[in-house]
């Protein structure tokens, strides 16, 4: 019988909290070992046994320190690498206001316009269509 060894890239869930024409993006920390110092989506890694919705919402708790509802459908958008799986819904309703509530992973948080993320050294490339997508279909 053959073993799967194949390593699998990490399942990730991440939110575009989006209000008022912004979107809240998180600075990591230049002390994190993956993507020091970039502006990325509020999020994080799917515990075993944890399902992306409900992941979703523990990790932005944390991070945020806001509730969200467990998204009852599909993401929004959808990232894969050969290191990351990662699933990006789009969040316009919370409950409590968005703070940094994990200094250790992020050295802050900002809401910006879509001209202002233009200039941010973003997390990854495809980031800012995702984000022009979601702020256009807010307007």
């Known amino acids: 019988m053959m073993m799967d060894n194949v390593e699998r890239p990490d399942e990730i869930v991440t939110a575009v909290l989006v209000g008022g024409g912004k979107v809240l993006l ?5 002390e ?33 320190a806001v509730v969200i509802f467990k998204p009852a459908r599909e993401p929004d958008h959808h990232l894969v690498t050969s290191d990351f799986d990662m ?17 250790p992973e992020h050295d802050a948080i900002g809401w910006f316009t879509m001209s202002e993320s233009r200039s941010l050294h973003l997390a990854h490339e495809r980031y800012f269509s ?5 702020l256009s279909r807010q307007a």
């Open 26 to 30: 998180c600075l990591r920390s230049r």
């Open 32 to 64: 994190r070992r993956w993507f020091p110092g970039v502006w990325d989506f509020p999020g994080g890694h799917v515990e075993p046994g944890e399902s992306p919705n409900a992941a979703l919402v523990r990790e932005i708790r944390e991070e945020l």
């Open 87 to 103: 699933k990006i819904w789009t969040v316009d309703k919370w409950e409590g206001t968005p703070t940094n509530a994990s200094p």
């Open 130 to 134: 995702i984000i022009e997508t979601t």
